[in-house]
């Protein structure tokens, strides 16, 4: 036995190495930087720059954001995972919705300027109702629906599975009780996909903070957010100290995040 679990070792290495050089050394380059000032010098003046109203405003900006792009994703995503897990061909839409997350993230972006341009097709349709033609672009609307777009597949994938690993015969007795289709969902489908919903808002609101490219095309920087604020400190301004600890607080935010809801599953599977 021990030959066998000896030998089992070595196929962990590549994971290790992965993780250190992908992970870990990043990370730790991230935290070095954080520690020098834009002339180079080492101090704690980033840290005490990022406590300042400015930066305190963007991060509640960054969350505001992430909030409301995860609630209407969620709003839309449950609806239509339910129907999914009715329809015959179910596997084949699923498969019609998750195919756009493979095209490139900036091929989209550039399509919707197309679309949401002066003479893009949802002026167009305006302008034939009579409505006229709008600005779209550049406005918190257009950012909302883009990064609506991008993220519902994230967000209906693992409701979807949560939803067919559900027991029928639950929903049976339910409505032989007498119960509401109403009290039924109240009751027992949404208490019982919860941590499908979990999945999906952790998986849509942790990227959603760090959203940078969608502002700077689509919303034309009018929204600022963390990732924008990196972008700008890294590419612009050429202060990698004020970038790097902008990005310390946003890597502990989401592993706040990630662990306040891997606590929560395991506290649930334990009961």
Not at 169 to 192: E, M
Not at 244 to 270: P, W, Y
């Amino acid at each position: 036995m021990w030959p066998m679990k000896n030998s089992t070792r070595w196929f962990t290495i590549p994971y290790y190495l992965w993780i250190a050089l992908f992970v870990i050394a990043p990370v730790a380059l991230i935290v070095y930087y954080s520690f020098f000032d834009i002339e180079g010098s080492l101090s704690l003046a980033n840290y005490q720059k990022f406590f300042t109203p400015v930066y305190l405003l963007m991060t509640l900006n960054s969350f505001w954001y992430a909030f409301l792009i995860t609630l209407i994703t969620l709003m839309i995503a449950y609806p239509t995972a339910y129907i999914l897990t009715k329809t015959k061909h179910k596997q084949l839409w699923l498969l019609l919705i998750i195919l756009p997350s493979w095209i490139n993230l900036l091929l989209k972006a550039y399509a919707f300027l197309g679309i949401f341009g002066t003479y893009g097709i949802a002026n167009e349709t305006l302008d034939f109702l009579g409505i006229g033609k709008q600005q779209i672009l550049f406005t918190d609307f257009s950012f909302l629906f883009v990064s609506v777009y991008i993220f519902i597949p994230f967000m209906i994938l693992p409701i979807f599975n949560s939803l067919e690993k559900l027991n029928p015969s639950l929903l049976d007795a339910s409505q032989d009780l007498g119960a509401s289709s109403f009290t039924t969902f109240r009751k027992i489908v949404f208490p019982l996909t919860v941590d499908g919903v979990k999945s999906g808002c952790q998986a849509v609101f942790i990227p959603a903070l760090s959203l940078f490219m969608i502002t700077r095309l689509i919303a034309g920087n009018r929204v600022i957010t963390l990732g924008t604020a990196i972008e700008q400190h890294f590419l612009i301004t050429q202060d990698w100290g004020m970038g790097s600890t902008i990005a310390v607080f946003l890597v502990i935010i989401m592993i706040i995040i990630m662990v306040l809801t891997g606590s929560r599953k395991k506290e649930r599977s334990v009961k």
